[in-house]
């Protein structure tokens, strides 16, 4: 099964794809598109460019495991974002991801962030959870 992995910000979102058979993931970019519209289409568009069978969208849950606000608003979006594409959504806890994907593109040159990396590390969380 391929998914598309998605690391949502307010200006940034990063996107990886990857496979549970080869267990294989990469990122694939960054999109500079603030939430809204806009930033639906285009993950849209990367859903079927990719041709993913389900959706892994990092959830921002609190320290202590809890949900916040921003957590409501990514379940939103994957709620709107399911109803575009009729395929499952899944949430994965994004807690640290983006800190280890700043940990492993030390040194290289990873333009504007590494949001695309966060979402990578979270769909290899996804994938080592299944």
Known sequence: ???LA???GD???GLAVG???TRSVFPITTLHVPRGDALLAEVVKAIREHGADAIVVG???NMDGTEGPRAKLTRDFGDQLAERVQVPVHYQDERLTS???EYR???QQVPRGTDAHAAAVLLEE???AL
Do not use: I, Q
Request: charged share 40%; aromatic share 4%; net charge negative.
């Open 11 to 13: 200006k940034r979102t």
């Open 1 to 3: 099964m391929r998914l």
């Open 99 to 101: 800190f280890e994907a």
């Open 6 to 8: 998605v690391d949502l």
């Open 19 to 21: 496979d549970t058979e």
């Open 126 to 128: 996804h994938l080592d």
């Open 105 to 107: 593109t030390r040194g």
């Open 59 to 61: 959830l921002p849950l």
